[in-house]
């Protein structure tokens, strides 16, 4: 019963919801391709090796929010092609985006930004306590936005407050999958949710 009870505490704890999606359906405002589906109550993306699949939520753009989304551990038999899932935000485009990644095969969490097709490393990764490895395990992340300042979780633990290059308005936010070394890899999202700050 305590592990319950705990649960709600992982999530966004703002008290308006500014956006919520279950994937119970399909929500035409994310930019859903053919490596994404909505299934079992998911949005799954699949990503190749030694590429990136991301989609945005098209919906509204966030300068100030509290974000979160469970992500789902695939079953994979080698560490190396279990890829790495992320929250995207402050989104200008698919060539412009800040990156929170989580790495349960190594227990690690990151901040990574594409600009303009290069790729910066802000947060170099970091162990974290507590990262969830078992095939169907789930980590939420979550990521709390205040104009250029943001502070990033993973199942409620805080890693890292840092700063940002935010832009005028807000930007878009979403999900990303960076594929393994050798085999494509389908990692599933849920409860993806957004809130004011708290």
Known sequence: MAVLAASPAFACKGKSVLFEDS?????PAWDLFNQTKIQNGALQITATP?????????GDAYDKADICVDTI??????PNNQGVPSLIFEGQGYDDFYAFYVSPAFGTASISRLLKNKWLHPIPPRKVEGIVAKPGGKNTLRLTLNGAHATAYVNDNKIVDFLINA?????LIGLEVDGGATAPVTWSFKNFKVTDLP
């Open 23 to 27: 994937f119970t359906s399909v929500n």
């Open 50 to 58: 030694g590429h990136i699949a991301a989609v945005f939520y098209k």
């Open 73 to 78: 551990v695939p079953n994979v038999s080698d």
């Open 167 to 171: 832009s005028e308005g807000g930007g």
